[in-house]
């Protein structure tokens, strides 16, 4: 429906449901909800989304808040206030968030910026400038160019611990690789890095640094391997 006023259109936002196995149109929306398989292969505005399940979006997505229960893949680019990922996430271009959080995986072809973004499970990420992260390992995680106020990189979880994965065979290494890394508070266990710049960092047990530059603070744990270290 459209509405006319002094010359202006004004399309009004309606809910869009998809339940089953289908394709869902995009363009403007109030509430998305999708609940099955859908296919969107349009660019979706929407002031929420929600997918209990697997989507596949041919374009771009805008919404205020988006959860993701399953797995979604984005073709274009994702703007949201907050991002919820239990599942997978994957985006071919860009995120811009204030929060994210993830319990599962994340991937990102492009640039991730955001406020803050929590992660217990793994990152897949070519650039994140963020204010703050907090990640729990869980296997492989790869950052080309990491950038943020705060850092906390913890390697291992109460699965890993677990007797339970001692006995299971099942072969996970929790481990950040990244060639730089930024901030002004590091803290970090079980991350490969080639360099790491900050004021007051801490490198963790497990941790593999090629370069550390630092202004305020440098604490190295014994377990860990920092080839270079200059104060600056």
Same mark, same amino acid.
């Given at each position: 429906?459209?509405?006319?006023? +002094? ?27 999708? @609940? ?6 349009? @660019?979706? @505005? ?31 680019? $994702?703007? =949201?206030? $907050? ?15 204030? /929060?994210?959080?993830?319990? +599962? ?6 640039? &991730? ?5 929590? &992660? ?9 400038? =963020?204010?703050? $992260? #907090? ?11 990491? =950038?943020?106020?705060?850092? /906390? ?31 002004? @508070?590091?803290?970090? /266990? ?13 490198? +963790?047990?497990? &941790? /593999?640094?090629? $370069?550390?530059?630092?202004? +305020? ?12 270290? #200059?104060?600056?």
């Amino acid at each position: 429906m459209e509405h006319r006023t +002094g010359g202006t259109q004004h399309k009004e936002r309606k809910d869009r449901q998809l339940s089953g196995i289908g394709v869902l149109k995009g363009g403007l929306a109030r509430k998305t909800k999708i @609940d099955g398989v859908a296919s969107v292969r349009e @660019d979706l @505005d929407s002031e929420s989304l929600v997918v209990n399940g697997t989507a596949d979006f041919k374009g771009s997505i805008k919404a205020e808040t988006i959860d993701i229960n399953g797995m979604a893949g984005v073709a274009g680019q $994702l703007v =949201t206030e $907050l991002c919820l990922v239990n599942g997978k996430l994957s985006v071919e271009e860009s995120i811009l968030a204030r /929060e994210i959080k993830v319990n +599962g995986g994340l991937k990102v072809h492009g640039s &991730c910026k955001s406020e803050r973004l929590i &992660c217990e499970g793994k990152l897949k990420l070519d650039v994140l400038s =963020t204010g703050e $992260l #907090r990640l729990k390992l869980e296997g492989k995680s790869i950052i080309r160019e990491l =950038t943020a106020s705060r850092i /906390e990189v913890v390697g291992e979880s109460d699965w890993s611990r677990s007797m339970w994965h001692k006995l299971l065979p099942i072969s996970t290494e929790n481990r950040l690789s990244a060639q730089t890394i930024k901030g002004d @508070d590091i803290y970090m /266990e079980r991350t490969t890095a080639g360099i790491v710049r900050g004021a007051r960092v801490v490198i +963790g047990d497990g &941790c /593999e640094v090629g $370069l550390v530059e630092y202004s +305020g603070e440098l604490d190295v744990h014994r377990g860990a391997v920092v080839r270079e270290q #200059r104060r600056v």
